[in-house]
């Protein structure tokens, strides 16, 4: 299987009491947090072991139940609807490495619905962010209308508030939404099907931009700032509970601030180590 990934500004963490994830990363080969009770962070000091160090928000999907925790130890988990937990170690198998990936949220598509929901919380709604997820699909072209969103925090009266990371036929976009308004930025290139590729989406108050595989796609100005309504924090949906993603989602983070193109790369090579 071809490997492709997608970034988007988004804030990362380890928690190790949600299954000891291994990982191989830039700074050695295998390497496991809970080996030594760490997190992306040294223990022992405040230096990130990973950019822009620990995410505000962490979605692993390695337990699910009605729930599937997230990592950061917020109390926001997130309730599934339209999704259970995939194949174990999916993404670790499909990277090649000995990182051990768990389990996937595995979505079923479908109109009104979503893959899964995390509660309105100020976590979600940074002025700037990044979002970071690894996506896969047999068929880019079977979510709702062709849209297979990713995630989003929108507002449920329709106005134009919040942010959407979608793939549309293929091909990733990012929309940010406020001011009367939304502005979206479009990646170059469609995705392969039957392939997980990493989406990374960075938003720093001006400018966004769409990584695909640790490499930017495009950038473009966003001339308005970021609003937010009251929506739940959707994976694999928009407000409305439609474009509903069909396929697998993995390793969803979000954090406070757009990371620069050097940590993106960091961000994926963390990944694919040296195995790709």
């Known amino acids: 299987m071809r490997l492709g990934l997608i970034i988007v500004t988004v804030a990362l963490t380890t928690a190790c009491e949600q299954g000891g994830i291994q990982f191989s990363d830039v700074y050695g080969s295998e390497h496991s947090p809970c080996d030594t009770g760490d997190t992306f962070n040294d223990a022992g000091d405040d230096e990130a072991r990973g950019p822009l160090g620990q995410p505000v928000l962490y979605f692993p ?15 926001l988990d997130a309730s599934l609807i339209a999704a259970s937990c995939g194949a174990e170690n999916a993404l670790g198998d499909a990277l090649g490495g000995g990182w051990l990936s768990g389990t996937a949220l595995a979505c079923s598509g479908g109109p009104n619905s979503a893959c899964a929901s995390a509660p309105d919380d100020p976590l979600f709604e940074p002025g700037e962010f990044t979002i970071s997820a690894w996506v896969a699909s ?16 929108g507002n449920t009266d329709n106005a134009p508030r919040g942010y959407w990371l979608a793939i549309i036929y293929g ?45 930017v796609s495009r950038s473009g100005q966003i001339p308005r700032g970021l609003e937010y309504g009251h929506e739940d924090f959707l994976i694999g949906a928009i407000a409305n ?10 390793e969803v983070m979000l954090w406070d601030s757009a990371m620069t193109e050097a940590e993106v790369a960091e961000l994926y090579d963390s990944y694919v180590g040296d195995g790709m």
Not at 241 to 250: E, K, L, Q, S
């Open 61 to 75: 999907f390695d337990e699910c139940s009605d729930t599937t925790p997230e990592a950061m130890g917020t109390g």
């Open 138 to 153: 047999a068929d880019w072209s079977a979510c709702g209308g062709g849209h297979c969103t990713i995630v989003s925090k």
């Open 171 to 215: 091909t990733p976009r990012l929309n940010v939404q406020g001011n009367g308004g939304e502005t979206s930025v479009m990646a170059t290139d469609p995705l392969s099907p039957n392939t997980w590729h990493h989406l990374t989406a960075t938003f720093d108050g001006h400018t966004g931009t769409l990584y695909v595989d640790g490499a």
């Open 241 to 250: 509970r439609n474009y509903v993603h069909n396929g697998h989602i993995d």
